[in-house]
């Protein structure tokens, strides 16, 4: 894509949904944590958040290498699906912000 195609709204279309989920997630936090502790929750989210970035990527190859690469790809898609479950659970879908 060269610059005279780009255009300032292009980022938001494939930012759009994740900023979503921020903003809700942020929302949620800030209504339901007690404010004594938004820092250490913020804390923890930020070390899950961004730990097993680096964690994926040096052990991928090695998964690959070991088991294959369909049966990594796959397993993946697995746990990726997998973080979906917490949707099924009525009360998280329905949370009220008073």
């Known amino acids: 894509m060269t610059d005279s195609q780009r255009t300032p709204e292009a980022p938001l279309k494939f930012e759009d949904p994740s900023e979503s989920f921020t903003v809700v ?49 796959v397993t993946g898609g697995v746990a ?7 949707l099924l659970v009525p009360s998280l879908r329905r949370i009220e912000i008073k």
């Open 80 to 86: 990726a699906v997998a973080m979906l479950v917490p």
């Open 25 to 73: 997630w942020e929302t949620v936090k800030n209504t339901h944590v007690p404010e004594r502790l938004l820092s250490r929750v913020g804390a923890q989210d930020e070390f899950w958040s961004f730990v097993p970035i680096p964690i994926g990527q040096l052990s991928t190859p090695i998964l690959a290498a070991v088991f294959g690469t369909a049966t990594t790809a």
